[in-house]
């Protein structure tokens, strides 16, 4: 089968008439055989068009990550369909799905995932380096990224240089320069604290409201998936409920609701390895 991702090229994927940025179709999985097998999604329909806000969320075990895994082309249904701007992922090879991933993808992890011993500003530029794009354009992408997410002044800091909430934002940036059609984040507040986890959801409200960028958020956190514009629910490998969220919540007056900081956290950050402020440039 050929296809607009056939080749590393940028691809330009459009949606035909009609058809949603995703969509998942009766999709079932199953793990294992015979008497092992273990049916994890018992018939998932969900579909996603351009500029949506979701969250899914449902208890361990419902089958959030073997959707995420469908849904980020790590994995394919066993039977059902997924389609990607009309396109069959599941028809797709494993090097055509894998650079559908890389293309229109972008992934924020819990872990964030940066490489060590590397600064803030290549971290954020190596999708960029395996696409080939050269160095000037690249940096120049890079910093742009960072200072979306007021990282501004601290392209130079490893990750072990700055916070958690400062490491999730340089793995946005990362995730936002090669400009995906959607973000895919996987429980990105799991390891933060509430400031942290607010100035995450800040970003990405902002991101989806000023960029109309697709957002796909997976979390088990109730206060955090009420910030999506749209709540699925999964159960025992289902769609339990799938429903607008009235009154999303604002991550940024929740930051201006927040006491402010103690003056003590700073003088500890700097103790850690001076994350509280940028380095000079
Ligand atoms: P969640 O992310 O909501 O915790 P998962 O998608 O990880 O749920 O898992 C759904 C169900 O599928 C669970 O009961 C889990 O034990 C099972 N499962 C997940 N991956 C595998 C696997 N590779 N082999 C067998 N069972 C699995």
């Known amino acids: 089968m050929t296809t607009a991702i056939d080749t590393d090229a940028r691809p330009t994927i459009e949606s035909p008439d009609g058809a949603a940025l995703i969509e998942l179709i009766g999709v079932t999985k199953t ?4 008497t092992a097998a273990f049916q994890a999604l018992a018939g998932v329909d969900i579909r996603i068009e351009d500029g949506e806000f979701v969250a899914i969320m449902g208890p361990s075990g419902s089958g959030k990550s073997t959707v995420m895994n469908i849904l980020g082309c790590l994995d394919t249904p066993t039977t059902g369909a997924y389609c990607f701007r009309g396109i069959h992922v599941e028809e ?6 894998a650079l559908l991933r890389r293309h229109c993808l972008g992934f924020v992890f819990q872990g ?6 590397t600064t803030a500003l290549e971290n954020v530029e190596l999708p960029l380096l395996y696409r080939g794009v050269p160095l000037r354009e690249r940096r120049a992408a890079a910093r742009d990224a960072l200072a979306l997410v007021g990282l501004t002044g601290w392209e130079t800091h490893t990750p072990a240089e700055l916070s958690g909430g400062q ?7 990362r995730a936002l320069v090669t400009n995906p059609a959607i973000i895919i984040a996987d429980e990105p507040t799991g390891a933060l604290d509430t400031r942290s986890s607010l100035e995450v959801m800040e970003i990405l409200q902002r991101l989806n409201r000023e960029r109309e960028l697709t957002t796909l958020l997976v979390t088990h956190e109730h206060d955090i998936g009420r910030h999506a514009r749209r709540l699925i629910t999964l159960r025992d490998g289902r769609v339990q409920h799938d429903l607008p969220v009235e009154q999303p919540l604002d991550a940024a007056k929740g930051l201006e609701e927040l006491p402010a900081e103690d003056p003590n956290d700073e003088i500890l950050d700097n103790f850690q390895g001076g994350a509280a402020r940028p380095h000079a440039q």
Do not use: D, F, K, P
Not at 112 to 117: G, I, T
Not at 167 to 173: E, H, P, S, Y
């Open 31 to 34: 793990y294992g055989e015979g």
């Open 92 to 97: 797709l090879s494993r090097n055509q799905r």
């Open 112 to 117: 964030y995932n940066l490489l060590a011993r």
């Open 167 to 173: 490491q999730q934002r340089v793995a946005i940036a």
